[in-house]
């Protein structure tokens, strides 16, 4: 389309020249044609379908048509003949979509689209959004490379101001995301909801996190970020009972609705959540750091190993010959060149890895420390220390990332804590040297779950989970079992009086298996205790999910954002999580406006070309 006008159309009108793209007889402009015929040799058409050969005019190319191989297909195959007939229809509707720019066309890329048109509020949805989930700044959009590939991509969309995008724009997606409340307000759908709570304090900012968890009807585990909220008061026991019951009153959260709040030890939690008058938990994971540190300062030997080989991490850190001497070093001995891991103190697990690490590359650092006489290595016996500590806290790491999983429930608390209790008091060559810690950490264990056979929903979870087995009870747990089952059947189907459930006699799923799938399939064997298991699966074990969610302040909080209110982190970190929990699908603006003006200027060339 260049505007000149070639011998066969000089002369025809718009009407015309569309009749003959429609009808010109070439097989250059039908290639629908070819599914069907190939062409052997210039004048002559090969059937795909029957093999006869058929011909086509002329074997000169302009001559050349398809008359007769239409002709064919509707005598012999046609069924093929409307199948091409189709395909031909297809081509002629592609025939009217605009090749070129309409007048109206070529004034709308110039223009700027105005700040209500739809197309620019959908641009400015999308920007806003990107700053929440990729945690950027607002300033981005001030930003020289930003802007530059915005006038490439889009023209005609203007970049609005920083305040714009932090103000109007952001608070206008929190209002419509917060439609995230039909998830949890249905209380005839989600009876009952189990939540975890934390606290974090930054350089400007103390922030409360709420997360709500829940099976839904087609057993499929939700995760619901709540509320981030900026805390203004002291953390004091009151202030934060005061602020869980408002968060609960902002979603039209009943406080009877609540299964289960996981929390950490703090003083000051435990004694708002009592206030609140909700069931709580410690959370399980926090308890075994707890256990695990106590047992390692139980032992001098054990803190002095550790102490050595932070001391040891320190000078690889702080020098670039020594890490590349130490490159060296592996590679001569065919070791893998991993980096010395640090410990961080707020990690016990870290101190796990630098341990892992220091005994990997044990040959290495002797090596290292027979060249350099101001580095200095572990002894034999203290590498074997190292070893059996290695061996006693890694099956602690695992039961730690399981119930810090997503998919984990509260019914692996007693199984998990009863394997613990298995490991430490057996005995080998792997527990010689560090018995201490072993002892310490064994009687830790027991105090501090030494209730958790006596809480109704840790046991009512563990016996509705079929990964696991009554005998990981105690007696008297069983004993009052039937009790516990009965008073649930009570809440839910208080008409209805049962026997022990028989369930517990047949079922027992694999250790890697799912319990929400299993449940899945056999609800309407067990319908008594399908509602149960909802409820007492529901929880996690530890608080962890709110944890991740201030591991994603600190993202938000960033140098270029230090002085984000406490709100704006809020509506940031809130729409962070559920923007993909609702796969972006919410109501900003009606978009049919934009779709329509297409449809518009398709019509108009189409009447233009008739």
């Not at 070529?106 to 223009?111: E, G, P, T, V």
């Not at 006038?151 to 608070?171: D, F, G, I, N, Q």
Request: hydrophobic share 35%; charged share 25%; glycine share 4%.
């Amino acid at each position: 389309n260049n505007n000149k006008t070639s011998p066969e159309t000089s002369g025809m009108s718009l009407r015309q020249v569309a009749a003959k793209l429609l009808n010109n007889e070439c097989t250059k402009t039908k290639p629908y044609m070819g599914i069907y015929f190939t062409q052997p040799t210039l004048g002559k058409a090969k059937c795909s379908i029957c093999g006869n050969t058929i011909s086509m005019g002329a074997d000169v190319k302009k001559k050349m048509n398809t008359s007769n191989l239409w002709s064919h297909l509707k005598s012999h195959h046609p069924l093929k003949y409307h199948e091409a007939i189709k395909k031909k229809d297809e081509m002629a509707t592609k025939v009217f979509q605009p090749q070129q720019p309409t007048v109206v066309q070529l004034f709308d890329a110039q223009r700027k689209w105005g700040n209500n048109d739809p197309k620019s509020k959908n641009f400015d949805k999308l920007i806003t959004e990107m700053m929440a989930t990729e945690n950027q700044p607002f300033t981005m959009v001030a930003d020289s490379g930003f802007r530059r590939l915005m006038e490439h991509a889009e023209p005609r969309y203007s970049l609005k101001s920083e305040k714009y995008y932090r103000t109007t724009v952001l608070e206008d997606i929190y209002e419509k995301v917060q439609h995230i409340q039909d998830l949890v307000s249905s209380k005839d759908k989600e009876p009952f909801l189990s939540f975890t709570s934390d606290c974090w304090s930054g350089d400007t900012e103390s922030l409360m996190s709420l997360t709500c968890h829940f099976i839904d009807e087609k057993w499929e585990r939700k995760q619901v970020v709540l509320n981030i909220k900026a805390m203004a008061g002291s953390h004091t026991g009151e202030y934060i009972s005061e602020m869980f019951l408002a968060m609960l009153e902002q979603w039209n959260i009943q406080a009877e609705r609540v299964f289960l709040v996981l929390r950490d030890s703090g003083a000051n939690m435990v004694k708002g959540l009592k206030l609140a008058e909700v069931t709580d938990l410690s959370c399980s994971a926090h308890t075994l750091q707890l256990v695990i540190n106590e047992g390692i300062a139980s032992q001098r030997a054990i803190v002095d190993i550790i102490a050595k080989l932070k001391h040891c991490t320190t000078h690889f850190n702080h020098s670039i010959l020594a890490k590349q001497r130490l490159q060296k070093i592996q590679s001569d001995l065919g070791l893998p060149q991993h980096a010395i891991l640090q410990d961080v103190p707020t990690r016990w697990n870290s101190s796990l890895h630098m341990m892992q690490r220091m005994l990997e590359q044990k040959r290495a650092l002797n090596v290292y420390s027979g060249e350099n006489g101001k580095f200095t290595t572990l002894s034999a016996d203290q590498w074997k220390l190292v070893s059996n500590v290695i061996d006693t806290l890694a099956p602690f790491e695992e039961i730690t990332l399981e119930m810090s999983q997503s998919d984990s429930s509260i019914s692996c608390i007693i199984p998990s804590i009863a394997v613990l209790k298995m490991i430490l008091r057996a005995e080998g060559p792997s527990t010689r040297g560090i018995k201490t810690l072993r002892q310490t950490m064994l009687q830790r264990l027991e105090r501090r779950f030494a209730k958790m056979e006596d809480s109704k929903i840790l046991v009512l979870s563990t016996l509705l989970d079929p990964r696991y087995e009554a005998n990981v009870l105690s007696e008297a747990s069983r004993d009052t079992l039937q009790r516990w089952t009965q008073e649930e059947h009570s809440l839910f189907c208080p008409k209805i009086h049962t026997s022990k459930p028989e369930m517990y006699k047949e079922w027992l799923l694999r250790k890697t298996g799912n319990p929400l799938e299993w449940w899945q399939n056999n609800a309407t064997r067990f319908n008594l205790l399908a509602p149960i298991a909802r409820k007492f699966l529901s929880a996690p074990p530890s608080s962890v999910p709110s944890e991740r969610l201030f591991s994603e302040v600190g993202n938000i909080y960033t140098t270029k954002r230090r002085w984000l209110t406490g709100e704006n982190a809020e509506r940031l970190c809130f729409l962070h999580y559920n923007l993909p929990l609702l796969k972006w699908e919410f109501v900003m603006f009606n978009c049919t406006i934009f779709f329509t003006n297409v449809h518009i200027y398709r019509l108009l060339y189409f009447l233009c070309c008739i």
